[in-house]
Structures are given as structure tokens and as C-alpha cells.
């Protein structure tokens, strides 16, 4: 298991570029993963890395070396999948990701639930609103809001969700309600964005009668995290592009409001994501069916205000 576990570490250096990250990935300390580095180097009698200050880059022994140990982790994997599937006692661990808000709100609360009802899969949840490159992280199952373009993965729909326009009725006094989406360019509102690097939505795309059009709205300032820009709308400092059941509570006790509800955002498709091989792992597979049945019905409650 040591050898194994020597090769293990070294895959994820190679993928994620340095010690320090792959000890994170892997819960162990940088020192540890270099003496792994450092046992397998013996082993082999070669050198895997070229060192630099900031990143390790594989030699070519590195290079050939990681296609094949890459293979060898991936056959281990699928072995123990089909065992587990005999079994039926699934067990390991799964990497899984998903935005801040969702995550928060649907997925993190469901995680005990999950492991209480399979106490031999361990769940490890990263949240971000950042795109996360799911091949190069190692992640097993994203779940994602918004368009999905990557054919090398998998996807699952949950559920399509409706998108409002939202404002704060300080703001909407302020500035006055459009009621046309022309408006929204013409006078200049505040429409707060979510960007960061690799983001696609820099426009927002409405329902209009003549069809879907897309507007490019602009504001004095956007963020990375999904509930910051709640938090500006909360505020009063703009309008927000939002998945109802996100600002569905805020709705109701009227701090925010839906504007040009005839004209509303194009709905955003709830789906997980995984690597093409995942689903043939039962831990990968039971997760997707108790997240997608809980989160429809999470979902469900906060639009009918449960």
C-alpha cells in the first residue's frame, strides 16, 4: 500500500503543479509528500521532477511514468467499484464540488444525512463560485448552475430553475423601476455581476417577445461570490441576475423585489457533472440519487415558502 500510496501522491503533483497543493488534496503535509516523491525517485533509480521556486515540472521519466501510474490508479479504482458493487457495502471517498450559494443552501446540509445512511463513504465537499476544473482536481461529482460545455464529462440534470431580476426598493426609489429591459442599458442601472476567471454570462439573456435577447448590462462593480452580490442587492446598491429559490425568502418578506417579470432571465439548468467512468462507481452513482431527489425537494419548499 505504500508503494501505491507513493504513486498516488506523485500523480497529484504532477496534476496540480506543486507539493503544497497535492498535500491539501491529499491531507497530508508538504514534507510528507515530498519524502514520497523522494522514496519513488529511490525506487525507480530515476529523478521525476525538475524543481523550480514555484512549480515542479516532470522530467521525461516523470512524464512516461505518470501515464501509466495514472492508468494503474484508475484500474485500482474501477476494481474496487465493481467490488463494492458485488458487495453492496460501497465504500471510499468522493470529491465533490459545487457554487457557494447552492452549496450552502442544498448540498452541505445533506452531506451528514448522506453519511449517515452510507457510514463507509467519506464526503469531501469543496465550495466555490469559481469554474472548477474537474479532470485536473481530481473532483468525482460537481454540481453546477448554468450552461454545461465540456464533452469529456458526464452530466445529470436535478432540475431546471427559473431566474429572476431583483432589486431592493431603496434602490428602485431611488432610481426609479425600468420597465423595459432597454431600460437597463439606457438608464444606467446598476446590474451587479458574478465574474471571475473563466466566467461566460457577461451579458444577461432575456425572455423578450420577440425571443431570447441578450443585453449588455453594466455596473460599478461585480464579485466572485454569488451571496455578496445578495448581500450588495440587500443593500440597495443594484440589481441582481438570480436563481429564484436563491432570493425566494427575501421576495416574500419584501427586501427585494422582481422587476420586468414579463421579460425574465432564460431559466439556468441545475445539473451534476462527472468524469465519464464515475457513474460506473456505486458511491458515485448513490450520492447523485439521494442529492438529486433531496435538492428538488429543497428547492420545491423554498418556492412554495416551507
Not at 452531506?111 to 473532483?139: A, C, T
Amino acid at each position: 500500500m505504500a508503494y501505491l500510496d507513493n504513486i498516488a501522491v506523485f500523480v497529484r503533483v504532477v496534476e496540480l503543479g506543486n507539493l503544497s497543493a497535492a498535500g491539501r488534496d491529499m491531507r497530508i503535509s508538504p514534507a510528507v509528500a515530498s519524502n514520497r516523491i523522494k522514496e519513488l525517485e529511490k525506487h525507480l533509480g530515476v529523478r521525476l521532477f525538475n524543481r523550480t521556486t514555484r512549480q515542479l515540472m516532470p522530467t521525461e521519466h516523470g512524464t512516461v511514468f505518470y501515464s501509466g501510474a495514472k492508468q494503474v490508479l484508475e484500474a485500482i479504482t474501477e476494481a474496487e467499484a465493481a467490488v463494492s458493487a458485488l458487495s453492496g457495502q460501497p465504500r471510499g471517498t468522493i470529491k465533490v464540488t459545487a457554487p457557494l450559494g447552492l452549496g450552502r443552501r442544498l448540498v452541505a446540509s445533506g452531506i451528514p444525512d448522506f453519511h449517515d445512511k452510507y457510514p463507509d463513504i467519506e464526503v469531501r465537499l469543496r465550495l466555490s463560485d469559481h469554474n472548477v476544473d474537474i479532470m485536473k482536481e481530481g473532483i468525482d461529482v460537481a454540481f453546477r448552475l448554468g450552461i454545461i460545455e465540456d464533452s469529456s464529462l458526464r452530466m445529470r440534470g436535478i432540475m431546471e430553475c427559473e431566474r429572476v431580476l431583483v432589486a431592493a426598493p431603496k434602490y428602485l426609489e431611488a432610481r426609479g423601476e425600468p420597465m423595459d429591459p432597454q431600460e437597463l442599458i439606457a438608464r444606467k442601472h446598476d446590474c451587479l455581476m458574478l465574474r471571475y476567471s473563466g466566467a461566460r454570462e457577461y451579458v444577461w439573456t432575456l425572455q423578450t417577445p420577440a425571443g431570447q435577447q441578450k443585453f449588455e448590462v453594466h455596473g460599478p462593480y461585480d464579485t466572485d461570490d454569488g451571496d455578496v452580490l445578495t448581500g450588495w442587492a440587500l443593500s440597495g446598491r443594484g440589481i441582481i441576475n438570480k436563481p429564484r429559490f436563491e432570493v425566494e425568502p427575501f421576495i416574500r418578506d419584501r427586501r427585494l423585489k422582481v422587476i420586468l417579470a414579463s421579460t425574465p432571465p432564460t431559466p439556468v439548468q441545475f445539473a451534476a457533472v462527472y468524469p465519464h467512468k464515475k457513474l460506473q462507481d456505486p458511491k458515485v452513482r448513490l450520492l447523485l440519487d439521494f442529492m438529486a431527489e433531496r435538492c428538488q425537494r429543497l428547492i420545491k419548499d423554498i418556492l412554495a415558502g416551507k
